[in-house]
């Protein structure tokens, strides 16, 4: 029977609907999805994969494709052996009232194995994220390095043509002419390659060769880094296991018999498999549906009700693709599943700037790098800082929400002088060889020969920017910030400059002209999702879980309650439910390598209430 329907007899006459059958169907194909798709499928099952949109990978081919990953093999090998009961006390400690502990033990645990699982069983490898530190570094339990890890770079020519054909590729605005760089020594070697490293110069020089030789020959990039590396993996392994991925196939509604999901109809393209005449396709899911659909960070109305200072809904800039609308909580709901308020922050909030385009198109950059640099602040319309720049994307918006007076647009400008600007990037505004005047002439950057000038051009009061400036380079020439210790921690430290003393992330704001970039609240992505147990299952009345339904990535409510303690804990979360939802769907009792799943975690194994 469908969902929300009397039956299937008396259902009013609509498009031809052909109907198939598999194992497992996940709707949508983020980290998440694709995550619990691969897990599924290695453990022998048939899993239909469904896209609303023309391209896989959602937000996570956008993003970094950093996942937290506490203990994890590779720091293992490194000789980094952490007890459970540290990266647990860190987040006992930062997420206080929304730790839950069910959630995060079952995150803890399953983690290291889901690392394990795909480095070692699939074509998804990693490197490992040894210098990258937890955000708060003065919290007990927070960890200084080897709690992340990252996708392996990797050239598409090998991934298959149909992987190639379908995967979402790099977001233009946080590349260089469609070439993605990634953290850590590819993009040190950027940054210095242009003060004489010799080193740094041959790797960015090969780099950019190689890729222009790519946009010669295909038009596109094809030296995947980040995120999209993380999605070309995945749909690699998915297509090696024999996972049926279907684009442009949004799902139209669950199908349940007796209380229990049963599958979902979905639009199908004319000519897609098993329906080569379009119109609507029943898959019957015998195990289950997995809602991996990305959140609804595009949804206005929604915004509106749960986002903060967004009277429209419209005052808010998400860097996640168009198609996540909220269709999965919308599909959760319809079966009786609920959306979770009990959360600190409803989105992964990331300040961004708007950079318009000569053809109209508006891009969104997100502010992740350039805030840590040494000799930027950030400062609102009274031209007083508010905010530590150095510490997470996340607090800086939560900084901006709580300090922009109640009727006022909520913005603020990262500020910086000629040195910085042509040292590092600001925003889109790429450093040196870069030149500045295309990003001037479009009104991205605003420039002035004096503070006093850049304030007035920008609309910021220009004395207490100028007081503001005075008292920042008073205390960065000591290497110190006694307003917001800004470089105080090893996260803040890292994305400093080391080679700037004191303290590098310090630096005087000194030798015009100066710049700004104006900065707006935005997001990777929704923290509010739909509940669920340990298990990654949607629960419904009175805490019970829907039986054949689970939620995992941005459609299940975020294990960190609001919170963003570390870089990655969108990711490394998505990745890991989906892999805890996939063997439990599966029924698996012994973890890939061997061990036993319910010896070693205290599992539920394969319940007869999956």
């Given at each position: 029977m469908i969902a929300d329907e009397p039956g299937a007899a008396s259902a009013p006459a609509g498009p031809r609907t052909a109907a198939i059958d598999c194992d497992v169907l996940v709707i949508g194909s983020g980290a998440g999805g694709l995550s619990a798709a691969v897990t599924a499928a290695f453990h022998g099952l048939k899993v239909i994969v469904v896209e609303k949109e023309e391209k896989c990978g959602g937000a996570t081919a956008f993003s970094g494709g950093w996942m937290?990953?506490?203990?994890?093999?590779?720091?293992?090998?490194?000789?980094?052996?952490?007890?459970?009961?540290?990266?647990?006390?860190?987040?006992?400690?930062?997420?206080?009232?929304?730790f839950d502990a069910a959630r995060v033990d079952a995150l803890l645990e399953a983690v290291p194995h889901m690392v394990g699982f795909f480095h070692t069983k699939t074509k998804l490898q990693f490197v490992p994220g040894s210098s990258i530190s937890d955000i708060y570094g003065k919290t007990p339990g927070a960890g200084t390095g080897h709690r992340s890890v990252a996708p392996k770079p990797i050239n598409a020519r090998r991934l298959s043509k149909t992987v190639r054909a379908t995967m979402r590729r790099q977001l233009y605005e946080t590349s260089f002419l469609g070439m993605g760089i990634m953290a850590g020594p590819d993009l040190r070697a950027f940054l210095f390659a242009m003060r004489g490293d010799a080193k740094a110069l041959w790797h960015a020089t090969w780099r950019v060769g190689l890729h222009l030789w790519d946009l010669l020959t295909h038009h596109y990039g094809l030296q995947l880094v980040n995120g999209t590396a993380l999605i070309g993996r995945l749909m690699q392994s998915a297509e090696n296991l024999g996972v049926d991925i279907r684009v442009s196939s949004p799902a139209l509604r669950l199908t349940t018999d007796a209380g229990r999901v049963t599958g979902a109809v979905v639009a199908s393209p004319r000519g897609g498999p098993g329906d080569e005449q379009g119109g609507e396709l029943s898959i019957h899911a015998r195990l289950g549906v997995v809602l991996a659909t990305g959140g609804f960070p595009n949804d206005v109305a929604r915004r509106k009700q749960y986002f903060p200072r967004v009277p429209t809904g419209e005052e808010h800039w998400t860097l996640a693709p168009a198609g996540t609308s909220g269709d999965g909580i919308t599909l959760g709901e319809s079966v009786g599943g609920h959306l979770n308020h009990n959360v600190a922050a409803p989105a992964a909030y990331c300040p961004v700037s708007l950079v318009h385009y000569r053809n109209g198109r508006v891009g969104v950059f997100p502010h992740i790098m350039d805030r840590g640099k040494p000799g930027a602040i950030g400062v609102l319309k009274n031209g007083r800082r508010f905010v530590n720049e150095a510490n997470g994307y996340h607090d800086y918006v939560l900084g901006m929400l709580a300090a922009v007076p109640e009727g006022e647009p909520v913005e603020s400008w990262l500020v910086a002088d000629h040195t910085f600007q042509r040292r590092y990037p600001l925003g889109m505004s790429k450093q040196r060889p870069v030149p500045t005047f295309p990003y001037l002439r479009n009104g991205y950057l605003t420039k002035g020969r004096t503070i006093e000038e850049l304030a007035r051009n920008c609309g910021i009061d220009p004395a207490g920017l100028a007081a503001t400036v005075v008292e920042f380079n008073a205390n960065a020439r000591r290497g110190a910030d006694p307003l917001f210790e800004r470089g105080e921690t090893p996260f803040n430290r890292y994305a400093g400059d080391p080679t700037v003393k004191p303290n590098p992330s310090l630096a005087p704001i000194k030798t015009g002209p100066f710049y700004a970039v104006k900065v707006l609240p935005g997001s990777f992505g929704t923290f509010m999702g739909l509940e669920t147990d340990a298990r990654a299952r949607v629960l419904g009345d009175g805490g019970k879980p829907i039986a054949g339904l689970y939620a995992v990535g941005t459609d299940q409510a975020n294990v960190m309650?609001?919170?963003?303690?570390?870089?990655?804990?969108?990711?490394?979360?998505?990745?890991?439910?989906?892999?805890?939802?996939?063997?439990?769907?599966?029924?698996?009792?012994?973890?890939?390598?061997?061990?036993?799943?319910?010896?070693?975690?205290?599992?539920?194994?394969?319940?007869?209430?999956?």
């Open positions: 937290w990953a506490p203990r994890n093999p590779l720091a293992v090998a490194d000789g980094v052996k952490e007890d459970i009961e540290l990266p647990r006390e860190y987040l006992r400690q930062r997420l206080g009232e929304n309650g609001g919170h963003y303690p570390a870089g990655g804990i969108n990711i490394g979360p998505a990745m890991t439910f989906g892999y805890v939802a996939g063997r439990d769907l599966a029924g698996a009792t012994a973890y890939e390598d061997g061990r036993d799943a319910a010896v070693e975690n205290g599992s539920h194994g394969s319940s007869a209430q999956r």
